[in-house]
């Protein structure tokens, strides 16, 4: 009987030690592209707020909660610009704006991650628009982690901002009529490898 019990005791202490130790490692998840929507908003003559979007967007996140890092390489197809509204849609696709023809892609390079609990907090790295790479960090609002209900794969994502000058970028066109200040929304459920 006590043999049994130390027996259980010593199953039950291994089967602990390897959950720690697979918990600790970190886990890559791929962008889910049908639930990820990169989108922004700025003030059009200071009177309304203007809203556009980015339709395709692919990537990579790994995040290891344990050793509190992560990193995320995103990319966003410039040419995937929305606003719903053709002409202005083929405006920001030209030259004035996005140039998507000599730019064909807005990437972010996430390498620092901080962390409330398990749950990512904020990512900074560089945002690279027309060339130009400079540093950004992105702000939690949500993130959460479930059970992908159809493939059971675990599944995290949440709702990001930040706020930016595209003038920092070089895309000038329109200011101060079309604001300088622009705020970056991301949400963003990627599924774990």
């Not at 009987?1 to 890559?28: C, D, I, N, Y």
């Not at 606003?83 to 972010?108: C, M, Q, W, Y």
């Not at 907090?121 to 993130?143: F, H, W």
């Not at 959460?144 to 970028?169: E, L």
Request: some cysteine.
């Amino acid at each position: 009987m006590k043999s049994s019990r130390v027996a259980r005791s010593a199953l039950l202490a291994a089967l602990a030690s390897f959950g720690l130790q697979a918990s600790a490692e970190p886990e890559t998840f791929t962008i889910d592209p049908q639930h990820t929507f990169p989108s922004f908003e700025l003030m059009h003559f200071n009177v309304s707020m203007q809203r556009g979007r980015f339709n395709k967007t692919t990537g990579k996140i790994t995040v290891d909660t344990e050793a509190r890092t992560g990193s995320a390489d995103v990319t966003i197809e410039a040419n995937t610009v929305d606003t719903g509204l053709p002409r202005i849609v083929n405006h920001l696709r030209s030259a004035d704006f996005f140039d998507v023809e000599k730019f064909p892609t807005l990437v972010f390079k996430g390498n620092t991650f901080t962390f409330d609990g398990e749950k990512v907090k904020t990512v900074a790295g560089e945002l690279t628009i027309l060339g130009v790479a400079r540093p950004v960090t992105i702000t939690a609002v949500t993130y959460n982690c479930a059970p992908h209900p159809v493939n059971k794969k675990k599944v995290c994502g949440g709702d990001f901002i930040t706020t930016i000058k595209r003038s920092d970028w070089g895309m000038t066109r329109g200011i101060p009529v079309i604001s300088d200040e622009v705020t970056l929304r991301v949400n963003v459920e990627a599924i774990k490898d």
